[in-house]
């Protein structure tokens, strides 16, 4: 009997494997891989098809509304109280609130921003944000198009994708509510935080490299520069916030490092692809973004909307890239939306544009010790 059943168990066993080998279900999975770098560099950009195919068809823009009818008159002369919209014509104005209320609150429709009694009133947070927001958007696809965002610009719908709150903010993450002792001083190291990629690095790397607009220009670069130490270098410490740091950036493009180093010389500008620069004035704007338009917003959010330090919720390379080396396909977001691709205030009244801030000098200096 004990023969038969170990006989039996064995041949279920052969059959299964040679079944697992003819059923398409048991196959790997059908890959689609693109080169990003010179021949014979490893430097390739692995999905399954079918991942590809996902991400695609949840990353779709929305059809344009239909464009407004040519008028005279202009929004800052007809309506009591818009500052930022004012020389836009009324028809165009009017698009754009409809357009503005199916990207950013489908649901709640045009009281999320507006007491309907009085459109002209600003006593909703919503609206005080909404306008900070215009200005931002216009401040992005003006000033960031050369270095970043390019003809392609951002809408609301970029962040917002039909939500009053984007999918993908953060905070400033204050670690575990826990007591000093041995492992006090842990550089935030091994809580496997999300932000890291549940990598055992630093879980706040977000903070010191995406939220400080006054940071060092050399803050996030580790690698020594001479063969042979001439100073101190950096510590193994600052190396992990920057792979942190570098894995956020890798999983909201969902792309691998390749698609920016080569890794046989990750430091160097001229192994790199042109994308590393996009992505180094990436990293500019969103300190741009988060320093000069939503921390001056801390004090008009609600406090249930800000984080457990009292921080505004801010950006970082998902929110609008969610997953994709170009947002929503790369499909052109400011073309049907001109008064959203510049400042529509007076000269006096825009926001200042940024120092250029290419990379003169791709060799960065020594780390100060
Ligand atoms: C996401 C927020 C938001 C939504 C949704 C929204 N608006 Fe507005 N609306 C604003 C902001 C911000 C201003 C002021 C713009 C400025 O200062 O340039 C404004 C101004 C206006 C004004 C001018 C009021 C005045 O007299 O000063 C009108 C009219 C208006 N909106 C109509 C609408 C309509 C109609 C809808 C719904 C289809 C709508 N809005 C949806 C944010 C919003
Ligand atoms: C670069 C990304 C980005 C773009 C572009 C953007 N927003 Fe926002 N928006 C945010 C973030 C981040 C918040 C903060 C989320 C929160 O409120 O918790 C926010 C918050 C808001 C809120 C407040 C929501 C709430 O209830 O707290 C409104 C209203 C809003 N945005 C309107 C707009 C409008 C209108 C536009 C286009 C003119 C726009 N946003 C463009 C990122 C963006
Ligand atoms: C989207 C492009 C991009 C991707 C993907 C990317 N990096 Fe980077 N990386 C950069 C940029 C840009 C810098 C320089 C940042 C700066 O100087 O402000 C950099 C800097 C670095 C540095 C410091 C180099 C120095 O000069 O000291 C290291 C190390 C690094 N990256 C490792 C990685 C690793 C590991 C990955 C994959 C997990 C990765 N990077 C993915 C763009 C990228
Ligand atoms: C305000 C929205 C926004 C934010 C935030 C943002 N990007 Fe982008 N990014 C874009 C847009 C739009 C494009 C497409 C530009 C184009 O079509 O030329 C782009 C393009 C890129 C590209 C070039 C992709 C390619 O295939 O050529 C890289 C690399 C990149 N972004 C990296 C980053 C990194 C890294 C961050 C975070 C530090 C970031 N971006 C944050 C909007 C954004």
Redesign the pocket.
């Known amino acids: 009997m004990k023969t038969f059943v170990t006989v039996l168990g064995a041949s279920i066993a052969f059959f299964l494997t040679i079944a697992m080998f003819g059923l398409t279900d048991w196959d790997r999975p059908p890959l689609a891989v693109q080169q990003s770098g010179f021949r014979g560099t490893a430097m390739d950009q692995i999905h399954t098809r079918a991942g590809a195919a996902e991400t695609k068809a949840a990353n779709v823009a929305p059809a344009p509304a239909d464009p407004a009818e040519p008028g005279e008159e202009l929004a800052g002369a007809t309506y009591e109280n818009v500052q930022v919209l004012k020389n836009v014509s009324v028809n165009e104005f009017n698009r754009l609130m409809v357009s503005m209320t199916e990207w950013v609150s489908p649901e709640q429709g045009c009281t999320y921003c507006h007491n309907t009694e009085n459109m002209a009133d600003d006593s909703l947070y919503q609206k005080k944000v909404a306008r900070r927001m215009l200005q931002m958007t216009q401040h992005?696809n003006e000033s960031?198009k050369d270095n970043?965002?390019?003809?392609?610009?951002?809408t609301c719908f970029?962040?917002h994708r039909g939500q009053p709150v984007p999918a993908h903010v953060w905070f400033t993450d204050p670690g575990p509510n826990r007591p000093g002792g041995f492992t006090a001083r842990n550089n935030g190291q091994n809580l496997a935080k999300a932000s890291v990629g549940l990598a055992s690095l630093p879980y706040d790397t977000l903070t010191e490299y995406?939220a400080d607009k006054t940071i060092d220009n050399n803050a996030i670069r580790v690698n020594a520069t001479t063969a042979l130490p001439t100073t101190k270098g950096k510590p193994i410490q600052d190396a992990e916030k920057t792979y942190g740091l570098m894995i956020?950036?890798s999983e909201?493009?969902g792309?691998n490092c390749t698609?920016?180093h080569n890794t046989r010389a990750i430091s160097n500008w001229s192994q790199s692809t042109?994308?590393?620069t996009?992505?180094w004035h990436?990293?500019r704007?969103?300190r741009d973004?988060n320093g000069n338009y939503l921390e001056p917003l801390t004090s008009t959010f609600p406090t249930a909307r800000l984080g457990v330090l009292g921080d505004v919720p801010k950006?970082?390379?998902?929110?609008?890239?969610n997953g994709q080396?170009?947002?929503?396909n790369?499909a052109?977001?400011i073309e049907a939306y001109p008064e959203l691709a510049k400042s529509t205030e007076t000269a006096s009244a825009a926001d200042p544009v940024p120092a250029d801030p290419a990379p003169a000098d791709p060799a960065p200096t020594p780390a100060p010790q």
């Open positions: 992005i960031w970043h965002v390019g003809g392609t610009g951002v970029t962040c995406l956020h950036m909201g493009l792309v698609f920016c042109p994308q590393r996009t992505a990436g990293i704007m969103v973004i950006v970082n390379c998902t929110t609008c890239h080396s170009k947002p929503l790369g052109s977001m």
